[in-house]
Nanobody, 125 residues
């Protein structure tokens, strides 16, 4: 079983940056696809970013964050990161880390079997 714990959320002004971390325990995530999703109040959980298990593999982003967010992973530390730059008020949400050995669709929220509890990101205007 994989346990995921997110950290790094907080309150930031528009234009600012935050780096989220997702620490995994229970087993190595080195061969898992890792994803980040977010959920704003009253909205469905949506895809943000994902990457396969090798650091050099392609990364995938929602159009709304492309060019501003970067997903990376450190398999030695069993940790995935989401660097968020040029934050906007519409980025305000609870951000969740997710893991799955073989999701059919990397941007599908129903494809991931393991989820963290989430970390709140609030961007003020």
């Amino acid at each position: 079983q994989v346990q995921l714990v997110e950290s790094g959320g907080g309150l930031v002004q528009a234009g600012g940056s935050l780096r989220l971390s997702c620490a995994a325990s229970g087993r190595s995530i080195s061969t898992y696809v890792m994803g980040w999703f977010r959920q704003a109040p009253g909205k469905e959980r949506e895809f943000v970013a994902a990457m396969r298990w090798r650091s050099g593999d392609p990364t995938y982003y929602a159009d709304s964050v492309k060019g501003r967010f970067t997903i990376t992973r450190d398999n030695a530390k069993n940790t995935v990161y989401l660097q968020m730059n040029s934050l906007k008020p519409e980025d305000t949400a609870v951000y969740y880390c997710a893991a799955d050995p073989r999701p059919t669709a990397l941007d599908g929220r129903f494809e991931y079997i393991h989820w963290g509890q989430g970390t709140q990101v609030t961007v003020s205007s």
